[in-house]
């Protein structure tokens, strides 16, 4: 398991907010932050959260590499997946084998995501969207989880159980799809997220974890 310095794609990269939208840049970079023109991008996603068949933004990459640049440029050196053993950068999504092979860009995919699909959610150490390292992952998505489910008009009351957290890549300007490989299936986050009644994630195998920063 790798150290969760690495979990960059289960850190909000940036809050949906005021009315509902895909995700935070959707207005400028058109319909859904889709990949653009000969590009391709790696996101993850809550699945189900709001009607059992919609995803919900996280985050993505190669979005999430601008905005670590523009806050510390230190930090692209610990906290992304590695390309022949060096932090991925942004062209690296706009290189291809064969241009806008979908097939390609899901395989690029799996081996990014697949470095950080087992770090957990109770990490307090820095990761985009949170480099100041001043609460938990886990925390971070339930609040981001709890203001879709608001926006969607849902009971908070309870909180939230199990929410499956999952990769999907877009390749030039097409639809997300889920991530995957033929032996293991789809790409998932191996925690699942929990939140309580508060909106304060907790371990759903009820485990000992860290609550706080």
Same mark, same amino acid.
């Given at each position: ?5 690495? $979990? !960059?794609?289960? #850190?909000? @990269? ?12 959707? =207005? +400028? ?19 189900? $959260? !709001?009607?059992? #068949?919609? @995803? ?12 670590? =640049? +523009? ?143």
């Amino acid at each position: 398991m790798l150290s969760a310095k690495h $979990l !960059v794609v289960v #850190a909000v @990269i940036g809050l949906v907010s005021g009315q509902e939208r895909f995700c935070p840049r959707e =207005r +400028r970079d058109g319909f859904e932050c889709r990949a653009k023109k000969d590009q391709f991008k790696c996101g993850i996603f809550f699945e189900g $959260l !709001v009607d059992g #068949a919609d @995803i919900k933004w996280i985050g993505a990459l190669p979005d999430a590499i601008a905005k670590t =640049r +523009r806050k510390d440029p230190e930090l692209i050196k610990t906290i992304f997946p590695k390309v022949n053993k060096k932090p991925v950068e942004e062209d690296y999504f706009n290189t291809w084998s064969n241009t806008c092979d979908a097939s390609e860009a899901n395989s690029k995919c799996y081996l990014l995501m697949d470095q950080i699909a087992d770090d957990r959610l109770d990490s307090c150490k820095k990761t985009v969207g949170n480099l100041d390292g001043d609460d938990t992952i886990g925390n971070q998505l339930c609040g981001q989880a709890r203001r879709f489910l608001d926006q969607a008009g849902k009971n908070l009351s309870n909180g939230l159980k199990n929410q499956k957290l999952s990769f999907y890549s877009s390749t030039c300007t097409g639809a997300w799809n889920p991530v995957s490989s033929s032996s293991r299936g789809n790409l998932v986050v191996s925690q699942r997220l929990c939140c309580d009644s508060t909106w304060r994630y907790y371990q759903c195998d009820g485990g000992d974890f860290t609550k706080s920063c």
